[in-house]
Nanobody
Framework: QLQLVESGGGLVQPGGSLRLSCVGSGFALSDYTIGWFRQAPGKKREGVSCISPAGFSTNYADSVKGRFTISRDNAKNTVFLQMNSLKPEDTAVYFC??????????????????????WGRGTQVAVSS
């Protein structure tokens, strides 16, 4: 079964940093646009950052621009989300998702969560003192 597995979440103080990883199992992430999404209790899932198959195009939500950086290492079948200057409002379960190459732009990937082919089960990020 093809899977995406997130890791790297945890509890961090405001202003701190975390690096999330999304590892593909059973398929090559190099063939997919990858997105990071997050969902806090009682809120809808929102796109955080997305990256094209080769990593040349990226997209960020306005709320994380300048603080988060998405990157990928296709040789390791992994996509990362470096999160700096974390704020309490960043607290959420973070999911990664994949959609086949050529099916969407990174902008479209981050704008919707109803068409992606694969989803991970999420990793919890908590930002609190």
């Amino acid at each position: 079964q093809l899977q995406l597995v997130e890791s790297g979440g945890g509890l961090v103080q405001p202003g701190g940093s975390l690096r999330l990883s999304c590892v593909g199992s059973g398929f090559a992430l190099s063939d997919y646009t990858i997105g990071w999404f997050r969902q806090a209790p009682g809120k809808k899932r929102e796109g955080v950052s997305c990256i094209s198959p080769a990593g040349f195009s990226t997209n960020y939500a306005d709320s994380v621009k300048g603080r988060f950086t998405i990157s990928r290492d296709n040789a390791k079948n992994t996509v990362f989300l470096q999160m700096n200057s974390l704020k309490p409002e960043d607290t959420a379960v973070y999911f990664c998702a994949a959609d086949p190459k050529g099916q969407s732009t990174v902008q479209a990937m981050c704008a919707r969560d109803d068409f992606q082919k694969y989803w991970g089960r999420g990793t919890q990020v908590a930002v609190s003192s």
